[in-house]
């Protein structure tokens, strides 16, 4: 069962993520709605995932990802409800290991998951 981490400041796409994942047996270990708190929280939940908006209003979810990675590296999977090449491209530089588009499709979030926190680990094997 993995552990997963759900930071979004918009209360529907919070609540939906929260459901899907229970719906495909993962276990929700903690929820924020801030940017700013993303890293502490990712510390004190000891989470194997974090699905994070990239649209937060204090910090976005790009620079928390980085702050994640540099202080104690857990794989990360974007949520937006927008793409554009740029955001893809400072999420990569960033480090991180997924990206969603809202509104997620039915089947689409589990595997995402798995990939990430496989790619993560081979990523992580790597750097030893």
Same mark, same amino acid.
């Given at each position: 069962? =993995? ?79 927008? +793409? ?7 999420? =990569? ?5 997924? +990206? ?20 993560? =680990? ?7």
């Amino acid at each position: 069962m =993995k552990r997963v981490l759900v930071i979004d400041d918009h209360v529907p796409s919070r609540d939906n993520l929260k459901r899907a994942l229970v719906a495909g047996g993962c276990q929700v270990v903690g929820e924020g709605t801030s940017g700013k708190g993303a890293a502490q929280l990712a510390s004190a939940t000891v989470p194997d995932v974090i699905l994070m908006a990239v649209g937060l209003s204090d910090l976005d979810g790009i620079r928390a990802a980085r702050k994640i990675m540099q202080a104690k590296p857990v794989p990360v999977i974007l949520v937006s409800s927008h +793409y554009d090449a740029e955001t893809v491209e400072r999420a =990569k530089q960033a480090g991180v290991m997924g +990206y969603l588009l809202k509104p997620l499709r039915d089947g689409e979030l589990l595997p995402t998951i798995e990939l990430a926190v496989a790619h993560f =680990k081979e990523f992580i094997a790597l750097q030893k």
